[in-house]
């Protein structure tokens, strides 16, 4: 597929300009998705939805159900989805080809585990006698989800796989540098049949489509991979509504350079560290 071939691919999710990235040519821009009040509330309410099915976790049933398909659909669009990704976020395509198959993996594993996981529903606990306990294991609810540029749709995949093998729905909001393969995502599982709701990609910057996001009252859960300073923003706000929070932050991968390194080896790693 030709540059300009992928331009075509993203045309249908996004506004796309003339040039080509890495070549001083803007190569996309994504659309403003300003997380205002009425905007949010349809958002979340659309991933609310889903949940309100009586005794039916619809998320899960759903990945089980569309294990093969989404993980088929994926195989088969990965040199498509390897080439957006290296346009968008500048990675060598080899690496983002190894990325895909990555992805395939990772809804692959937590497919599994949403089978594994209705398996043990309602096991018992072995108690004295005269006492009966049983484990129910319940989705949190809305999960919104905030991933980084560097693996735009690899950390994507991390975060919303198990979401939805938990039997949660998901909003979103991918890196304002690199949400092309995200919104991919979404077409991906509007493709295979997932049910409305289960999944919502919003794209928009940090202050107003995150910060938000991660402070809506309906959201029950906050998850990020990012810069230490923006998951202590995401802690205040979700401080309000007491909403459980993962981080995974940076900062903390420090490289030590020895006078006897081999200088042409050791600049080749330190180019390929996006961390």
């Known amino acids: 597929m030709t540059a300009e071939q992928a331009c075509d691919v993203v045309a249908k999710n996004q506004k ?7 070549r001083g040519g803007l190569f996309s821009s994504r659309p403003e998705a300003v997380f205002k009040k009425v905007f949010g509330d349809l958002t979340v309410r659309d991933a609310a939805k889903p949940l309100l099915v009586p005794c039916y976790d619809m998320a899960t049933a759903a990945l089980e159900s569309r294990r093969g398909v ?29 990325d895909m198959d990555d992805v395939a993996g990772c809804f692959e594993y937590f497919a599994g585990h949403a089978e594994s996981l209705d398996k043990r529903q309602n096991s018992e606990v072995s108690l004295p006698e005269n006492f009966k306990c049983h484990i129910k294991k319940e989705p949190i609810g ?14 994507a995949t991390w975060k919303v796989a198990p979401a ?11 890196s304002e540098l690199a949400s092309v393969t995200c919104l991919e995502l979404a077409d991906v599982c509007k493709e295979v049949g997932l049910p409305s709701g289960v999944l919502n990609v919003v ?19 906050a998850a ?29 991968s420090p490289i030590v350079v020895f006078d006897d390194v081999d200088i ?12």
């Open 164 to 174: 939805l093998a938990a039997g949660c729905t998901a909003v979103l909001k991918p």
């Open 264 to 275: 042409d080896k050791g600049t080749f790693d330190l180019l390929r560290l996006i961390c």
């Open 70 to 98: 989404v993980v088929g659909t994926i195989i088969e669009r990965k040199s498509d989805l390897a080439r957006l990704e290296s346009l968008d976020c500048g990675k060598p395509l080899d690496e983002t080809a190894w």
């Open 16 to 22: 796309v300009f003339a040039g080509r990235a890495g």
């Open 142 to 155: 809305v999960v919104g989800l905030i991933t980084p540029w560097n693996y735009p749709l690899l950390m």
């Open 203 to 221: 794209t928009g910057l940090g202050p107003e489509a995150g910060a938000p996001l991660s402070s809506h009252p309906d959201v029950n859960k």
């Open 224 to 252: 990020f991979t990012g810069s230490y300073e923006t998951g202590k923003k995401i802690m205040i706000a979700a401080a309000p509504t007491v909403k459980p929070v993962t981080l995974e932050l940076g900062g903390k």
